[in-house]
């Protein structure tokens, strides 16, 4: 779900749940990321991403309208920036911003094939070449080569966010001041001997 505001000149755009592909029901993610950009006229834009992950074809369709755009751009992550949502982080010079709480996760693509062995095949082939590409877009972001990047997707990797930013996947760790309260040690008050204290 994409959630949109604008204010003092700047759009903000918030990433929620799952980067829906197109179906019967409702335009794409990707459809509906373009026409608010279109609408933001390069105005500065700040994305906001809590997702699992999703379509592969519209996350990278968002991932190259953020690359195209022509104002400056933000992205945060306040939660899970999974699977496919990942890939919108792979913007070049675009800072990316990871909040405490926030889990990062990278894997090979995956797809629901049936038929017989030849369309097994070529599922096959299909998911290969979605391999050699998300290789690819996390290469133009991550500080690593594309063997390691290979065994990280294989393995299905999971990172906390000092892990995301040794990687490259993000930019800096969001620095959040407490104004709550941060519990100190307890040294609590020595209890009476209860069954004295009955006797009593």
């Given amino acids: 779900m994409l959630i949109a505001s604008k204010t003092e000149g700047a759009l903000k755009v918030s990433l929620i749940g799952e980067i829906m592909g197109e179906n019967a029901w409702f335009n794409s993610d990707a459809a509906d990321f373009g026409a608010r950009l279109a609408q933001a006229e ?37 939660g899970f920036a999974a699977s496919a949502a990942t890939l919108l982080l792979c913007v ?8 405490r709480g926030s889990v ?7 797809m629901v094939a049936s038929g017989n062995s030849a369309d097994m095949q ?31 997707i294989k393995a299905e990797t999971w990172l906390r966010p000092e892990e995301a930013l040794e990687l490259g996947l993000v930019s800096e760790i969001a620095v959040e001041t407490s104004g709550g309260y941060i ?8 209890q009476p001997d209860i069954p004295a ?4």
Wanted: aromatic share 4%; with cysteine.
């Fill in 197 to 200: 204290a009955l006797d009593n």
């Fill in 92 to 99: 070049p010079d675009v800072p990316v911003i990871a909040h």
């Fill in 104 to 110: 990062f996760m990278i894997h090979q693509a995956s």
């Fill in 42 to 78: 390069g105005a500065p834009l700040e994305l906001w991403i809590s997702s699992q992950g999703g379509s592969l074809d519209a996350a990278l369709a968002m991932r190259a309208m953020l690359a195209e755009y022509e104002g400056s751009v933000s992205i945060h992550v306040a």
């Fill in 122 to 152: 070529k599922a096959q082939e299909i998911l290969g070449a979605c391999d050699d590409e998300i290789v690819k877009v996390y290469q133009l972001r991550m500080k690593c080569g594309e063997d390691e990047l290979r065994d990280m």
């Fill in 183 to 190: 519990a100190e040690p307890r040294n609590p008050e020595p």
